[in-house]
């Protein structure tokens, strides 16, 4: 069988997405370099690996076991790649690191404070959501994941290194403003701003009223904590953020913190990797300079 590595990585990321479109933005090809390089495959491989049925593709059988194949030989490709790193040691080589959107707000700062004693590592830091998150740990794209806890049946090295509450937000104007101990009862008058399916903050939101047996009303949703927190500014309703993001707002007075019973709903962030990973000499360095000084160099807002 002749095929070439960018062959397969196109073959992947389209058998990942389902669609050629979204393919070809990870790939920054067009649509039709995406199509040519799958043609291409199919011709040498000499079996169709998709089918499409009305709007979807799907993976034929081929299709499936190349998958299967085309993961294996990434995880390979990359353990050389990290065996290669290794021998240059910790000062060289490169980190690459996603976080959740919400992790975001502080991030940057350990970034910069581990480059700072690792000037020769070259470091990418890439921002999304959980869900975002989960499919890059499935396609084994990053070094290291910052995000809340990660589904147990995934094999995952997770280890918590900080907390993480999430609380409810409102205008300085808003009614409940003031009120201490608020009953959960009381919240299923308000609209609420959500964050998108997909985020972990959306996720333990839904989980923990519905464990409390509250229902909400959720009006408008937005996939990013800044618009959340500029639409409850606004007045469109209450918002539910993680403490982290809120720095600014609550030393301007901007938006303030509401007194609700059982709140703030209390996650983690942990610092996240396949069990069976060999992480780089430069990753294993970051993990552990996380690990020992992250909560130390992170405030949380309201906790001093
Ligand atoms: P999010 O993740 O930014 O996707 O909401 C944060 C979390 O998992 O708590």
Sequence with gaps: MHLTLRQLKVFAAVARHLNYTRAAEEMHLTQPAVSMQIKQLENNVGLPLFEQIGKQIYLTEAGREMYHYSRVIAQQLEEADTVIDSLKGVQRGRLAIAVASTANYFAPRLLATFSGSHTAVTISLDVTNREGLL????SNEKDLVIMGRPPAQMDL???????????????????????QN????????????????????????????????????????????????????????????????????????????????????????????????RLSPVAQAFKEFVLNEGAGLISVPGQG
Excluded: C
């Design 135 to 138: 499919k890059q740990l499935e």
């Design 157 to 179: 090295a997770a280890e918590p290194f900080l907390d993480n509450p999430l609380v409810i937000i409102a205008s300085p104007g808003h009614a409940l403003v003031g009120r």
């Design 182 to 277: 608020i009953p959960l009862a009381d919240l299923q008058h308000e609209t609420f701003v959500v964050r998108e399916h997909g985020s972990g903050t959306r996720i333990a939101m839904e989980r923990f009223f519905s464990e409390q047996g509250v229902r909400l009303e959720t009006g408008m949703e937005m996939s990013s904590n800044e618009a959340i927190k500029q639409a409850v500014q606004a007045g469109l309703g209450l918002g539910i953020v993680s403490m982290h993001t809120l720095g600014l707002e609550l030393e301007t007075k901007r938006l303030v913190v509401l007194n609700v019973q059982s709140f703030p709903i209390m996650r983690h962030w942990y610092i996240v990797h396949w069990r069976g990973k």
